[in-house]
């Protein structure tokens, strides 16, 4: 099973940029698409994108696209969002996980390994 660390969140202004990673172990990192959710306080925890497992695939929340690019790195076990053009809404707490199990790619439930999370806060 892999197991997920997130790191790169912070406090930056509207119209700023960060990039998160997501470290992972294991030998079966590459076997999965790998996929970013975020959970802001009192809502569900939503889909925000999510990368194939080649990386030649991707697939992004109508809220982010044009503004998030997610990649991934397999030899090194990393998978990485990079987020520009920040807004006030996208401040979250940001997961990422693997995709282990059938069903819709923009469901959490299915992924799984999910790392603790990243705080991402944006002011405006």
């Known amino acids: 099973q892999v197991q997920l660390v997130e790191s790169g969140g912070g406090l930056v202004q509207a119209g700023g940029s960060l990039r998160l990673s997501c470290a992972g172990s294991?030998?079966?990192?590459?076997?999965?698409?790998m996929g970013w959710f975020r959970q802001a306080p009192g809502k569900e925890r939503e889909f925000v994108a999510l990368?194939?497992?080649?990386?030649?695939?991707?697939y992004y929340a109508d809220s982010v696209k044009g503004r998030f690019t997610i990649s991934r790195d397999n030899a090194k076990n990393t998978v990485y969002l990079q987020m520009n053009s920040l807004k006030p809404e996208d401040t979250a707490v940001y997961y990422c996980?693997?995709?282990?199990?059938?069903?819709?790619?923009?469901?959490?439930?299915?992924?799984?390994?999910w790392g603790q999370g990243t705080q991402v806060t944006v002011s405006s």
């Open positions: 990368i194939s497992i080649s990386g030649t695939s991707t």
């Open positions: 294991g030998r079966t990192f590459s076997s999965y698409g």
């Open positions: 996980a693997a995709r282990r199990y059938s069903g819709t790619y923009y469901s959490a439930a299915s992924y799984d390994g």
